[in-house]
């Protein structure tokens, strides 16, 4: 079974950074996408950033594009989500996934298009 482990997580200040990294036990499936959702309290949740395996694509919702980064280091197994310039709203708990599916490529900012999850980590940004 693939386990996806979140970290990184906590209490920062507006206008400051965090790095949130996922571990993913394995990275030898033949993934499609990876990306980071968050849900914040009374809301629905939202995909943020994703990342296509393939080509190396990323993309961004349009709320933390220029703030956000999303990377891959394949020889640690782990996602990562640079973010900059935190927000108030950018409070949330932050999730992980991962996807072997086509769909994840043609959907990535929708939660079912990915086939493993994280367990999640709290993100708080206030002063």
């Known amino acids: 079974q693939v386990q996806l482990v979140e970290s990184g997580g906590g209490l920062v200040q507006p206008g400051g950074s965090l790095r949130l990294s996922c571990a993913i036990s394995?990275?030898?499936?033949?993934?499609?996408?990876m990306a980071w959702f968050r849900q914040a309290p009374g809301k629905e949740r939202e995909g943020v950033a994703c990342i296509m395996v393939s080509s190396g694509s990323t993309y961004y919702a349009d709320s933390v594009r220029g703030r956000f980064a999303i990377s891959r280091d394949n020889a640690k197994n782990t996602v990562y989500l640079q973010m900059n310039s935190l927000k108030p709203e950018d409070t949330a708990i932050y999730y992980c996934a991962a996807g072997v599916r086509a769909i994840a490529t043609l959907f990535p900012f929708e939660g079912d298009s990915y086939d493993y999850w994280g367990q999640g980590t709290q993100v708080t940004v206030s002063s």
């Open positions: 394995d990275f030898t499936l033949a993934y499609t996408g």
